[in-house]
T-cell receptor, first 114, second 114 residues
Framework: KNQVEQSPQSLIILEGKNCTLQ??????????LRWYKQDTGRGPVSLTI???SENTKSNGRYTATLDADTKQSSLHITASQLSDSASYIC?????????????WGLGTSLAVNP | KAGVTQTPRYLIKTRGQQVTLSCSPI?????VSWYQQTPGQGLQFLFE???????NKGNFPGRFSGRQFSNSRSEMNVSTLELGDSALYLC?????????????FGPGTRLTVT
């Protein structure tokens, strides 16, 4: 069964600290993996999209890694800011001919405190 | 370029009523996807429209329906509302059909069924 699991479910850190969010997936056949940031009451915004051949991708203070062998991805946030408080959602695209779909994780809720 | 817009932003309905939500995609985007988001289930895919045709459908009852107009604007209708339909409804537009295209989300419509 195609699944995306994220950990931790929630996280509280102090402003300026780094943190890492995890995403494990059992999706086949794998097409790409995306990380989204969703502020409260808003729609998700794409942070990165990674294909099978990409190990690392950065977007400012956000760095995503992908290990296609172990089917794991992480999102590292450097020097966190209050505005990083949001839900971070991992999404994996499965592409099997006519059966193409996105499998969404439940997200990690991050709170950055001053 | 204007982003994805959704109207209304908030809606309160009673059980048994029906509701219509509207989504205007980014100019030039022909794909519109609809999602239901609840705290326990995360984002659940409803359906995707591309060039006025439904291309993909999630596992929702027939009470959930949609359509797309020639200008790519899309509407989603829910009939005979149930308490469990209370959720944030998100629409996403994309240049490409299917899960491969990067999706741009609107702010969502918060539906409360009482």
């Amino acid at each position: 069964k195609n699944q995306v699991e994220q950990s931790p479910q929630s996280l509280i850190i102090l402003e300026g600290k780094n943190c890492t969010l995890q995403c494990n997936y059992t999706v086949s056949p794998f097409s790409n993996l995306r990380w989204y940031k969703q502020d409260t009451g808003r729609g998700p915004v794409s942070l990165t999209i990674m294909t099978f051949s990409e190990n690392t991708k950065s977007n400012g203070r956000y760095t995503a890694t992908l290990d296609a062998d172990t089917k794991q991805s992480s999102l590292h946030i450097t020097a966190s800011q209050l505005s990083d408080s949001a839900s971070y959602i991992c999404v994996v695209s499965a592409n099997a001919g006519n059966n193409r779909k996105l499998i969404w994780g439940l997200g990690t809720s991050l709170a950055v405190n001053p | 370029k204007a982003g994805v817009t959704q109207t209304p932003r908030y809606l309160i309905k009673t059980r048994g009523q029906q509701v219509t939500l509207s989504c205007s995609p980014i100019s030039g985007h022909r794909s519109v996807s609809w999602y239901q988001q609840t705290p326990g289930q995360g984002l659940q895919f409803l359906f995707e429209y591309f060039s006025e045709t439904q291309r993909n459908k999630g596992n929702f009852p027939g009470r959930f329906s949609g359509r797309q107009f020639s200008n790519s604007r899309s509407e989603m209708n829910v009939s005979t509302l149930e308490l469990g339909d209370s959720a944030l409804y998100l629409c996403a537009s994309s240049l490409l059909q299917g899960p491969e295209g990067e999706q741009y989300f609107g702010p969502g419509t918060r539906l409360t069924v009482t």
